[in-house]
Structures are given as structure tokens and as C-alpha cells.
T-cell receptor
């Protein structure tokens, strides 16, 4: 059974700081790994999808990496802004989509 | 495409009542997923369909929960009878085979 763990559970940083969110998964037999953002009271927004054959994906200030062999993915956010405050979830696509519990990020002005 | 559409956005009901949540997936997507999100358990997969056929319903918590997908453009998740512990946000998502999953905005269910 796939298990996905995210560390840290919560993170508070000052505006402008670069930060890394971590995601680990126990079963490396995945099709892809996906990072989502969830704002309070709202649905999930897909940020980045990394196929199993890829090592990273970039979108603007976001960069996600994937190391299947070690069962790890990271989401790097450059020059963080208060608008980045949200919960970030990673999900591993195997036989099913398995989510981590999320990292709650607060970027302070 | 307008994305995955869920209705209602909010539902407040009394314990013992039947609740029906609705989902319209993105046109052309083969897979449809129902998730439940709570503070205690995070996001849990309840059931998913492939080409309108239920594939894995092992996440459905009890017989009070049932889901149907009568056609490629519509699915329902029904709770009968509802209980306070069913209060959660229920998400529907759709995807093409093994590719990016798109989520609806969710239905916030409160059972009092």
C-alpha cells in the first residue's frame, strides 16, 4: 500500500525567502507525481505534474523534482510571496492517487 | 471546458437525511474519483470509476455510502442515512489515463 508523507506539516517564512517542501512515497511504482495547492475553503489546484520518466518540472517560481529510486519529491518555491500562503499537497499516481497530508505554508509580509 | 463541476457547493442537513452530491467530469476524461477531506484524516479516496464502471470502492466507509456513474458526464455520491461524522469536504476529480487529475471545487457537507 502506497504511503505518502510530507514534511514539514507547517512552515512559516518571511516574504522573499526561498523554501523547499518535501514529499516521500513508499512505492516507487508510480506513473507520475503531482503537486497541488489548496486555499482555505477551496478546491485543489494542480501546480506541477512530473512524469515518472522525468526528474523535474518548472513553472514560474516553482520547481518540482522527482527521485523515484529514493521515493522523494521536492517543491521549491523561489522568492516567496504572501500570496503563496496555502496548503501544498503532493500526490503519487500509482494504481490510485495517494495524497500526503500537506504542508501548510504561511508567508509573512 | 469549465473543468470539473460539483454541486451543491455547500450542504447542511439533519442527521438521518439522505444526501446526494453531484459531479460532472471534464468531457473526454476516462477516470472519475470521489475523495473525502477531513482535518483528522486528510484526503481519502472513496471510490473511482473507469469508463463509468466502478473499479475500486474499498475506500467507501460504510454501506450508507453509494456512488453511481450512469453516463460519462455525470456521477453521484449518496449518503443514506447521513450522520454527523460524515461532515467533510467531498471532492470529485477526473483524469485521462494516468495523467493529470483535475479537481472540482468540492462540496462542504455539514450534518447536524
Amino acid at each position: 500500500k502506497q504511503e505518502v508523507t510530507q514534511i514539514p506539516a507547517a512552515l512559516s517564512v518571511p516574504e522573499g525567502e526561498n523554501l523547499v517542501l518535501n514529499c516521500s512515497f513508499t512505492d516507487s511504482a508510480i506513473y507520475n507525481l503531482q503537486w497541488f495547492r489548496q486555499d482555505p475553503g477551496k478546491g485543489l489546484t494542480s501546480l506541477l505534474l512530473i512524469q515518472s520518466s522525468q526528474r523535474e518540472q518548472t513553472s514560474g517560481r516553482l520547481n518540482a523534482s522527482l527521485d523515484k529510486s529514493s521515493g522523494r519529491s521536492t517543491l521549491y518555491i523561489a522568492a516567496s510571496q504572501p500570496g503563496d500562503s496555502a496548503t501544498y499537497l503532493c500526490a503519487a499516481h500509482g494504481s490510485r492517487l495517494t495524497f500526503g497530508e500537506g504542508t501548510q505554508l504561511t508567508v509573512n509580509p | 471546458d469549465a473543468g470539473v463541476i460539483q454541486s451543491p457547493r455547500h450542504e447542511v442537513t439533519e442527521m438521518g437525511q439522505e444526501v446526494t452530491l453531484r459531479c460532472k467530469p471534464i468531457s473526454g476524461h476516462d477516470y472519475l474519483f470521489w475523495y473525502r477531506q477531513t482535518m483528522m484524516r486528510g484526503l481519502e479516496l472513496l471510490i473511482y470509476f473507469n469508463n463509468n464502471v466502478p473499479i475500486d470502492d474499498s475506500g467507501m466507509p460504510e454501506d450508507r455510502f453509494s456512488a453511481k456513474m450512469p453516463n460519462a458526464s455525470f456521477s453521484t455520491l449518496k449518503i443514506q442515512p447521513s450522520e454527523p461524522r460524515d461532515s467533510a469536504v467531498y471532492f470529485c476529480a477526473s483524469s485521462l489515463t494516468a495523467t493529470e487529475a483535475f479537481f472540482g471545487q468540492g462540496t462542504r457537507l455539514t450534518v447536524v
